[in-house]
Protein backbone atom coordinates (compact mmCIF):
# COMPACT_ATOMS: atom_id res chain seq x y z
CA UNK A 1 0.00 0.00 0.00
CA UNK A 2 1.31 3.63 -0.55
CA UNK A 3 -0.69 6.71 0.97
CA UNK A 4 -1.74 9.24 -1.18
CA UNK A 5 -1.16 13.23 -1.06
CA UNK A 6 -4.36 13.00 1.42
CA UNK A 7 -3.16 10.87 3.84
CA UNK A 8 -5.24 8.21 3.08
CA UNK A 9 -3.86 4.75 1.61
CA UNK A 10 -4.26 2.78 -1.96
CA UNK A 11 -3.75 -0.75 -2.59
CA UNK A 12 -0.99 -0.75 -5.42
CA UNK A 13 -0.86 -4.40 -5.69
CA UNK A 14 -1.77 -5.03 -8.90
CA UNK A 15 -4.81 -6.63 -8.12
CA UNK A 16 -7.65 -5.87 -11.18
CA UNK A 17 -10.77 -4.48 -9.27
CA UNK A 18 -11.86 -4.23 -5.60
CA UNK A 19 -13.54 -7.44 -5.82
CA UNK A 20 -12.34 -9.81 -2.53
CA UNK A 21 -9.88 -6.95 -1.00
CA UNK A 22 -10.78 -6.05 2.28
CA UNK A 23 -12.16 -1.90 2.37
CA UNK A 24 -9.45 0.15 2.59
CA UNK A 25 -9.69 1.97 6.05
CA UNK A 26 -8.78 5.88 6.11
CA UNK A 27 -9.34 9.29 8.42
CA UNK A 28 -9.79 11.54 5.20
CA UNK A 29 -13.66 12.25 3.75
CA UNK A 30 -12.16 12.56 0.26
CA UNK A 31 -10.29 9.68 -1.25
CA UNK A 32 -8.09 8.85 -4.65
CA UNK A 33 -8.32 5.90 -6.13
CA UNK A 34 -6.54 4.65 -8.88
CA UNK A 35 -7.88 1.07 -9.43
CA UNK A 36 -4.20 0.01 -8.43
CA UNK A 37 -2.38 1.72 -11.35
CA UNK A 38 -0.02 0.00 -13.75
CA UNK A 39 -2.24 -1.49 -16.52
CA UNK A 40 -4.59 -2.85 -14.74
CA UNK A 41 -5.64 0.24 -13.29
CA UNK A 42 -8.04 2.95 -14.24
CA UNK A 43 -7.53 6.79 -14.43
CA UNK A 44 -7.28 8.39 -11.15
CA UNK A 45 -10.80 9.86 -9.53
CA UNK A 46 -11.43 11.31 -6.53
CA UNK A 47 -14.04 10.74 -4.40
CA UNK A 48 -16.18 11.69 -1.31
CA UNK A 49 -17.45 9.51 1.47
CA UNK A 50 -21.03 9.41 1.70
CA UNK A 51 -22.73 10.52 5.16
CA UNK A 52 -22.50 6.82 5.87
CA UNK A 53 -18.66 7.39 5.95
CA UNK A 54 -18.09 4.84 3.32
CA UNK A 55 -17.81 4.84 -0.75
CA UNK A 56 -17.12 2.50 -3.49
CA UNK A 57 -15.17 3.15 -6.85
CA UNK A 58 -17.33 3.19 -10.00
CA UNK A 59 -14.86 1.86 -12.05
CA UNK A 60 -13.10 -0.87 -9.43
CA UNK A 61 -15.47 -1.40 -7.30
CA UNK A 62 -12.97 -0.64 -4.68
CA UNK A 63 -14.52 0.03 -1.15
CA UNK A 64 -13.29 3.13 0.90
CA UNK A 65 -14.70 3.57 4.65
CA UNK A 66 -14.21 5.95 7.34
CA UNK A 67 -11.49 4.95 10.78
CA UNK A 68 -13.76 5.18 13.67
CA UNK A 69 -13.17 7.68 16.25
Known amino acids: MTADNTGSSLD ?3 LAGGQGL ?3 VTQQSRVACNGGGGPLGHPQIWLNLGTDGSVTCPYCSRQ ?4 EG
Open 22 to 24: APT
Open 64 to 67: FVKA
Open 12 to 14: TDG
